[in-house]
């Protein structure tokens, strides 16, 4: 008998089929049973009559435990009514594993007790609908460069050295060559790829020491970072708003179904279309002062601020020229104001905050070597990033867009740690 995935089962109606699955429900009715089965494609409901399959099938039916495996055929008969629009009479029911009883209930558990059991937690409709708009959204990452003539470029994971500050950094001995540091960006790669490509993207985990508890912060995640050779902030801003309508319209267009599990009010991402508002730092801190906000100028934003800021809008709104001070050494500064970095960040709505970082880079080699000594870096392990102000310098741009930051916003979830699989935090390491 033919194994057909649930979420196909429309394609096979008044046709005889073998489900395989788990049991995700059951309830009983003298003759009739009704279980519930799942496969990881969608949930079904499967009946069974007293008389339609030998007794002792009846009987496990009865006893089967939650989350057993089954193997289960029978006809698919059309009903409206039914969650996929359909249901399966079954002919013959065998349990391939019993499950022990099962530690999930439909009671209310504490987030602790779901993250300890995240390897099962994964299983449930909420979870499974989360991890494949996750998937969604990686697909559409990966198409939406790959149309546009990028190349895909890998950076390391290992590292010599820090690219987002030394706060944050995961060290590892490294045989006998001291330290080696996880990543925390692939950026500076990146660059080396531009050079040698024209337009790559990189796309991978990265790691960040954070000492922060907040719900937007994991130790590792995982970011896409698009780097351009002969881009100018404009360009880098004008392709991050492209993209973002791109990943948000492509996501409401495959993933409808899995959206209405979450209960997201779909109009909020239907309206995510260019152009997205653009203001400079200091518009943003005149939004801040107007509300009566407690903000010194010259300081970065931090979360309440950014939500404060983001909620003047309906869509994501960039926030461009930050002061120098609070970014990174790599950013070029401003010539119109040279106490400004040519930096953008894009703020979700809704509370999300930042999902997008960003700049033009510094590509004159004096300027990057003052730079580096101002910020007490180690010049000789830069001495290869700074080849590439050496041999044809070229201006160039690039972002990093964190990926759990925009399922969590997609989703409109309470808190990163259902973006990903298995979350790292601060506080959490297993499973
Ligand atoms: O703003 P960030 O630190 O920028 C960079 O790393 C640049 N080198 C990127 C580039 O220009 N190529 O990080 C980029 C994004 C943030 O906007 C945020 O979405 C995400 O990465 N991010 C985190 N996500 C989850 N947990 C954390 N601890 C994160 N830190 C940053
Ligand atoms: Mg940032």
Not at 299 to 322: C, K, M, W
Request: hydrophobic content about 35%; charged content about 30%; aromatic content about 10%.
């Amino acid at each position: 008998m033919k194994h057909v995935y649930i979420e196909h089962l429309q394609d096979h109606i008044g046709e005889t089929v073998t489900i395989k699955g788990w049991v995700f429900h059951r309830r009983s009715s003298g003759k009739l049973k009704f279980i519930e089965v799942r496969d990881g494609t969608g949930i079904v409901q499967c009946v069974i009559f007293k008389g339609n399959v030998p007794e002792e099938q009846f009987q496990s039916a009865d006893n089967v435990s939650l989350e057993s495996s089954v193997i289960i055929e029978g006809s698919v008969r059309e009903d409206k009514r039914a969650p996929g629009g359909c249901e399966i009479d079954v002919q013959t029911f065998h349990v391939h594993h019993h499950a022990e009883d099962y530690p999930i209930t439909p009671k209310e558990h504490g987030e602790d007790f779901l993250l300890d059991r995240r390897h099962l937690w994964i299983r449930s409709k909420r979870q499974n609908a989360i991890l494949r708009v996750r998937h969604t959204i990686v697909k559409a990452i990966r198409d939406f460069f790959d149309e546009r003539g990028f190349v895909l470029f890998d950076a390391p994971i290992l590292t010599p050295n820090a690219v987002e500050g030394t706060s944050t950094l995961f060290e590892t001995s490294y045989f006998d060559l001291g330290s080696a540091y996880l990543t925390q960006s692939g950026q500076l790669y990146g660059e080396a790829g531009a050079l040698a490509l024209g337009k790559i993207y990189v796309f991978g985990p990265t790691f960040r020491a954070e000492k922060s508890k907040t719900r937007r912060h994991l130790t590792e995640f995982w970011m896409v970072e698009p780097e351009m050779a002969w881009y100018d902030l404009n360009d880098d801003m004008d392709l991050a708003e492209e993209f973002i309508e791109y990943v948000v319209q492509t996501t409401l267009d495959k993933r409808s179904g899995e959206l209405e599990v979450l209960e997201r009010d779909l109009s909020k991402l239907e309206c995510i279309q260019r152009p997205f508002p653009r203001i400079s730092y200091d518009e943003a801190v005149a939004i801040l002062h107007k509300h009566g906000k407690e903000f010194d100028y010259g300081n970065d934003f931090g979360a309440p601020d950014e939500t404060l800021i983001s909620g003047q809008f309906d869509r994501p709104v960039i926030v461009h020229r930050y002061p120098a001070e609070v970014k990174a050494f790599y950013m070029k500064r401003d010539p119109e104001d040279e106490t400004k970095a040519l930096a953008m960040d894009m703020l979700a709505p809704e509370g999300y905050g930042e999902i997008i970082g960003g700049s033009q880079r510094e590509d004159d080699y004096d300027t990057l070597v003052r730079r580096i000594r101002e910020h007490n870096l180690p010049q000789d392990v830069f001495e290869w990033y700074l080849d590439l102000r050496r041999y044809g310098s070229v201006p160039h741009s690039g972002f990093g867009l964190g990926l759990e930051r925009t399922v969590a916003w997609i989703c409109k979830l309470d808190h990163i740690r259902e973006t990903i699989p298995f979350p790292r935090t601060i506080k959490r390491k297993n499973p």
